[in-house]
């Protein structure tokens, strides 16, 4: 009976373990890498989506307060316009 081919065995099992570790490792590094350039790219864009929703919510406040502040004479503006006489 022939036993050499257990040491061989062995022997490959580590080998592949080690030529596995060598290229498994640095695909996981660049994978984080990835990602982690994924989560500042959305980051990112979070942040200056809401620096536009912020800019878009003040402009509303001034239409609104430019509404409800001249809202009574805006109407008594228009009830004379429709007092006038058309030439």
């Given at each position: 009976m022939n036993v050499l081919w257990i040491p061989a065995l062995g022997i490959s099992v580590a080998l592949l373990a080690v030529f596995a570790n060598q290229i498994f490792r640095p695909w996981l590094r660049l994978q984080?890498?990835?990602m982690e350039l994924d989560a500042?790219?959305?980051a990112e864009k979070a942040a200056q989506y809401a620096a536009?929703?912020?800019r878009l919510e003040q402009r509303v406040r001034v239409l609104e307060r430019i509404i409800t502040d001249?809202?009574?004479d805006l109407s008594d503006q228009i009830e004379r316009l429709r007092d006038e006489p058309v030439n």
């Open positions: 984080e890498r990835k500042n790219m959305v536009q929703t912020e001249k809202g009574v």
